[in-house]
């Protein structure tokens, strides 16, 4: 028993290098494709770990309105498997990346 608390323990502050966690994304979409809400299909661009204690994760998305709570729950379960998280809490911010105009991006190099 003790000592399934102090793996547990150092499973909590353990860090994810964001370069496994980007190839962790691109197999979660090979297993089962982000939902598509009217027309437009969510896509996850890139994850990374920025805090332990509980373990946090950033997941950047084209859209936060696009992803739905079975999805959500269907990344933080393959997370939990592929990492040992198991009874760890994680903490998965969804930060959606805002799409620069064309204009403010400043002169086009063509």
């Given at each position: 028993?003790?000592?399934?608390?102090?793996?547990?323990?150092?499973?909590?502050?353990?860090?994810?290098?964001?370069?496994?966690?980007?190839?962790?994304?691109?197999?979660?979409?090979?297993?089962?494709?982000?939902?598509?809400?009217?027309?437009?299909?969510?896509?996850?661009?890139?994850?990374?770990?920025?805090?332990?204690?509980?373990?946090?994760?950033?997941?950047?998305?084209?859209?936060?309105?696009?992803?739905?709570?079975?999805?959500?729950y269907f990344i933080e379960n393959q997370m939990r498997a592929r990492y040992g998280?198991?009874?760890?809490?994680?903490?998965?911010?969804?930060?959606?990346?805002?799409?620069?105009?064309?204009?403010?991006?400043?002169?086009?190099?063509?």
């Amino acid at each position: 028993m003790l000592t399934e608390t102090i793996a547990l323990g150092d499973r909590r502050i353990a860090r994810i290098p964001t370069p496994e966690l980007n190839r962790f994304v691109g197999e979660l979409v090979q297993m089962r494709q982000p939902p598509a809400k009217q027309g437009h299909r969510l896509k996850l661009l890139y994850l990374a770990q920025i805090g332990t204690r509980p373990p946090r994760f950033a997941l950047q998305v084209n859209s936060r309105a696009r992803i739905t709570r079975d999805y959500a729950y269907f990344i933080e379960n393959q997370m939990r498997a592929r990492y040992g998280l198991d009874g760890v809490p994680i903490v998965l911010d969804l930060v959606e990346r805002k799409q620069q105009r064309r204009s403010e991006r400043g002169p086009s190099l063509r």
